[in-house]
């Protein structure tokens, strides 16, 4: 025990006295937690437009008013034809064109139906489906407005009405932020786990420090114990400075229990630093660990659920997120901050962490080669 705890005494010692780690475990958190949930946000907005109204009726200037006032356009090109139009389409100047055709409103008075052509700028295939869906919406629901007006009903009208009135739980304002801070946290958490405990050992071994350990009597599982520690009271630390962040700066305070979030957390915490520890053991310089823990970390986000929900993925990729422990972190957190979820409900989740706890530890110590 007492060799533990002179081994933590170096361990923080020399983080501390690292200012690049501090800067790295402290201050880099706080300025991602802060700055990637107001950049990183599904939602469209801004969509330049194009207009061509060959009609000039008081129906097609009703349309492109419903457009205007739509907050997700902004109408940047009024052309007289289509050539005209297309000049700034190619030059990126707008993203979407609407075209009204001549006799637009006679049309839909006369034979109840008219064309229009709307044309997209689908480089960014998200920015381009969102648009068209935006923009058919409005148009539909200006087609809903002319029938209505078109209709005279009598005081009591025998039409039957269906009323929506949705009711969004765990998240009442639809808020992005509110989905997006939790995810985003984990991964913060998981860089200190995984990512700085690799480059802390490693570097070690570069400075030749860990050659010396290794010939003295100090056990192996103690000298683990001795690296490990440290970051995983650091990841619990830099958890708490975000659920801190989250609130002060979002609003957002866990619905759930935060002893059992931070009871996940730490066993989490455990299977990334097995990992950091298993890619330390294989990696003799920082920069390949740099290189190793990038590729893992890339994998976390992309496949964890992060910014693409794991049901819409392929089905190859689907398997991948099972053996992917950020994956389920980052559902944990969202439902017991979100949800209020409990106990019950994480523990098909906290069986699968335990299970990547052990197996990413056994191979580390067993992969650990000490030198006598």
Same mark, same amino acid.
């Given at each position: ?6 081994? %933590?005494? +170096? ?22 937690? $802060?700055?990637?949930?107001?950049a ?8 330049? #437009? ?16 419903? $457009? ?46 008219? !064309?229009?052509?709307?044309?997209? !700028?689908?480089?960014?295939?998200? +920015? ?6 935006? &923009? ?17 009903f009598?005081?009591?009208?025998? @039409?039957?009405?269906?009323? $929506? ?5 765990? !998240?009442? %304002? ?9 995810? &985003? ?6 860089? @200190? ?6 480059? !802390? &050992? ?16 100090i ?13 995983? $009271? ?44 298993? @890619? ?20 976390? &986000? ?8 794991i ?6 990729a689907i ?18 901050v %979100? ?15 335990? #299970? ?6 056994? %191979? ?9």
């Amino acid at each position: 025990m007492r060799t533990i705890i002179f081994l %933590l005494e +170096k361990e923080f010692a020399q983080i501390f006295r690292n200012s690049a780690i501090l800067r790295i475990i402290f201050v880099m958190p706080i300025i991602q937690l $802060i700055m990637l949930p107001l950049a990183a946000d599904y939602e469209v907005k801004s969509i330049n #437009c194009g207009i061509i109204d060959h009609d000039h009726s008081p129906y097609s200037r009703k349309l492109i008013a419903q $457009i205007e006032a739509s907050t997700y356009f902004k109408l940047v090109d009024y052309e007289q034809n289509i050539t005209g139009a297309m000049t700034n389409f190619e030059k990126d100047k707008s993203d979407i064109i609407l075209e009204i055709p001549a006799h637009f409103e006679r049309d839909l008075i006369k034979e109840e139906k008219s !064309n229009l052509l709307i044309v997209v !700028n689908a480089v960014n295939g998200v +920015k381009g489906n969102l648009g068209a869906a935006y &923009i058919s919406g409005i148009i539909r629901t200006f087609n809903q407005n002319i029938r209505m007006d078109w209709m005279n009903f009598p005081k009591m009208s025998p @039409v039957p009405e269906i009323k $929506i009135a949705p009711i969004p739980w765990y !998240n009442k %304002l639809m808020s992005y932020k509110n989905f997006m801070v939790p995810g &985003i946290l984990v991964i913060l958490v998981t860089m @200190v786990g995984s990512f700085l405990s690799s480059l !802390n &050992i490693v570097h070690e071994k570069e400075a030749g420090t860990i050659e010396q350990i290794n010939v003295t009597p100090i056990k192996k599982h103690h000298f683990i114990l001795g690296k490990l520690i440290p970051f995983w $009271i650091l990841g619990i630390v830099v958890l708490a400075i975000g659920l801190l962040i989250s609130y002060i700066i979002y609003g957002i305070f866990p619905v759930g229990n935060i002893f059992l979030l931070f009871s996940f957390a730490a066993v989490y915490l455990v299977g990334t630093l097995g990992l950091g520890l298993l @890619v330390s053991n294989f990696a003799d310089t920082q920069q390949q660990a740099m290189f190793f823990s990038f590729l893992l970390m890339m994998v976390f &986000i992309l496949l964890g659920g992060l910014y693409t929900p794991i049901e819409s993925m392929p089905d190859w990729a689907i398997m991948i997120t099972k053996f992917n422990p950020a994956a389920y972190f980052i559902e944990v957190i969202r439902m017991i901050v %979100l949800k209020g979820s409990g106990l019950k409900d994480i523990l098909p989740h906290f069986f699968a962490i335990s #299970c990547f706890a052990v197996v990413f530890n056994v %191979l580390a110590i067993w992969s650990y080669k000490k030198q006598v």
